[in-house]
Nanobody, 115 residues
Framework: QVQLVESGGGLVQPGGSLRLSCAAS????????MSWYRQAPGKQRELVAL???????TYGNSVKGRFTISKDKVKSTVYLQMSSLRPEDTAVYYC?????????WGQGTQVTVSS
């Protein structure tokens, strides 16, 4: 069973940047899509960014132009580059891998945007 492990979260000031990483224990080629979701306290989990196996991307409206999803097949890692961070970006960020057999989630990494 492939596992996903997120890293790179932390505390950052408004306007700052962070890069999250999602490392897979196996090849990410088996996933039809890799995504980043986030969940803030008291709110539903929402899609932040998605990348298909062919490289197509989709972003949530609130992060368009500020966040970028990318992947490194050799390292079996998916990244989320976050720029111009805002306090409302504060949440636990989760990596998700989608396959025909189902969906796999990482354990999440906390991102806090505060001065």
């Amino acid at each position: 069973q492939v596992q996903l492990v997120e890293s790179g979260g932390g505390l950052v000031q408004p306007g700052g940047s962070l890069r999250l990483s999602c490392a897979a224990s196996g090849s990410i080629a088996s996933f039809s899509a890799m995504s980043w979701y986030r969940q803030a306290p008291g709110k539903q989990r929402e899609l932040v960014a998605l990348m298909t196996s062919s490289g197509g991307t989709t972003y949530g409206n609130s992060v368009k132009g500020r966040f970028t999803i990318s992947k490194d097949k050799v390292k079996s890692t998916v990244y989320l580059q976050m720029s111009s961070l805002r306090p409302e970006d504060t949440a636990v960020y989760y990596c998700n891998g989608l396959r025909l057999s189902g969906s796999i989630w990482g354990q999440g990494t906390q991102v806090t945007v505060s001065s």
